[in-house]
């Protein structure tokens, strides 16, 4: 029995409008693998649920440059 898959497939399994939460602290613990990949893969209208939005060009940043994500809900400091 296999017990893993590759990231494609996992993204693959993503629908468009999908709701995900990822980690994330400045993009250190985000996922960078399946991030790269739900570009790649053009992955649409995404509800994001994470700690931060990580900086430009890194990290979640890179879905919200693309246009990949609807609506974002992530923690905020004072």
Same mark, same amino acid.
């Given at each position: 029995?296999?017990?893993?898959?590759?990231?494609?497939?996992?993204?693959?399994?993503?629908?468009?409008?999908?709701?995900?939460?990822?980690? /994330?602290?400045? #993009?250190? @613990?985000?996922?960078?693998?399946?991030?790269?990949?739900? =570009?790649?893969?053009?992955?649409?209208?995404?509800?994001?649920?994470?700690?931060?939005? /990580?900086?430009? #060009?890194? @990290?979640?940043?890179?879905?919200?440059?693309?246009?990949? =994500?609807?609506?974002?809900?992530?923690?905020?400091?004072?």
């Amino acid at each position: 029995m296999k017990k893993s898959i590759s990231c494609e497939h996992a993204v693959e399994m993503i629908p468009d409008g999908a709701s995900i939460m990822m980690g /994330g602290f400045m #993009g250190v @613990g985000s996922p960078h693998r399946l991030i790269d990949e739900l =570009v790649r893969q053009n992955k649409r209208n995404l509800t994001v649920y994470c700690n931060d939005a /990580g900086r430009p #060009g890194f @990290g979640l940043a890179k879905l919200i440059a693309t246009k990949q =994500v609807k609506k974002l809900v992530a923690t905020i400091s004072d």
